[in-house]
């Protein structure tokens, strides 16, 4: 069985600090792993996907993750945060296709607040 | 733009009623999904379809059916509505899954739905 773990329900970061917020995974065969946020009442946003190649996978609004199959773990990092990055972010993975549907499993999340 | 819809933002439902929730999107995904999404549980996969009148079950589908009788629209019921199954409810769709390719998913806003 495939499963995600994001460790910290809440990361509070100042603004124009680095931010991390951690994802590490487990699935058979080679990983397919997906951020998304959440903005208040709305509904998830896909940031960025890491299938194959490099390990550092750059996506929208300056965001961008790190994959790392050792410690099988797909931070999401930017180098400056900004009030408007404050919202839900959730990790998301899949293994390798195999024909039929191969589902996508989320986390549970991880509140980010960035404080001004 | 990207467009997945859903009939109610809002739902307010007495239990052992009824429910429907309904889900468009105009972008030709062959893939639907149903998620509910509880604190501390993240996202949790109720139902999915690849293609018209086919389905299958996610992780939670007791207590759920579906139905989807065009491609683009997918419909989540709730045939007696239990106070449990008070949640937020999200609606995705995504191209399928070609080969080693991977589409991400395109969330609807929502709907929060309330069974007293």
């Known amino acids: 069985a495939q499963s995600v773990a994001q460790p910290e329900d809440q990361v509070n970061v100042a603004e124009g600090n680095p931010l991390t917020v951690k994802c590490t995974y487990s699935?058979?065969?080679?990983?397919?792993l997906f951020w998304y946020v959440q903005y208040p009442n709305r509904g998830l946003q896909f940031l960025l996907k890491?299938?194959?190649?490099?390990?550092l996978v750059k996506g929208s609004y300056g965001f961008e993750a790190e994959f790392n199959k050792s410690q099988t773990s797909f931070h999401l990092k930017k180098p400056s945060a900004l009030v408007s990055d404050s919202a839900l972010y959730f990790c998301?993975?899949?293994?390798?296709?195999?024909?039929?549907?191969?589902?996508?499993?989320f986390g549970t999340g991880t509140k980010l607040q960035v404080i001004p | 733009d990207v467009k997945v819809t859903q009939s109610s933002r809002y739902l307010v439902k007495r239990t052992g009623e009824k429910v429907f929730l309904e889900c468009v999107q105009d972008?030709?995904?062959?893939?639907m999904f149903w998620y509910r999404q509880d604190p501390g549980l993240g996202l949790r996969l109720i139902y999915f379809?690849?293609?018209?009148?086919?389905?299958e079950k996610g992780d939670i589908p007791e207590g759920y059916s579906v139905s989807r009788e065009k491609k683009e629209r997918f419909s989540l019921i709730l045939e007696s509505a239990s106070t449990n199954q008070t949640s937020m409810y999200l609606c995705?769709?995504?191209?399928?899954?070609?080969?080693?390719?991977?589409?991400?998913?395109?969330f609807g806003p929502g709907t929060r739905l309330t069974v007293t």
């Open positions: 995705a769709s995504s191209f399928r899954l070609v080969g080693d390719r991977d589409y991400e998913q395109y």
């Open positions: 699935v058979s065969g080679n990983p397919y």
């Open positions: 890491y299938i194959t190649g490099d390990n």
């Open positions: 998301a993975v899949r293994g390798s296709f195999s024909g039929g549907y191969q589902k996508v499993t």
């Open positions: 972008m030709d995904h062959e893939n």
């Open positions: 379809s690849y293609d018209v009148k086919m389905k």
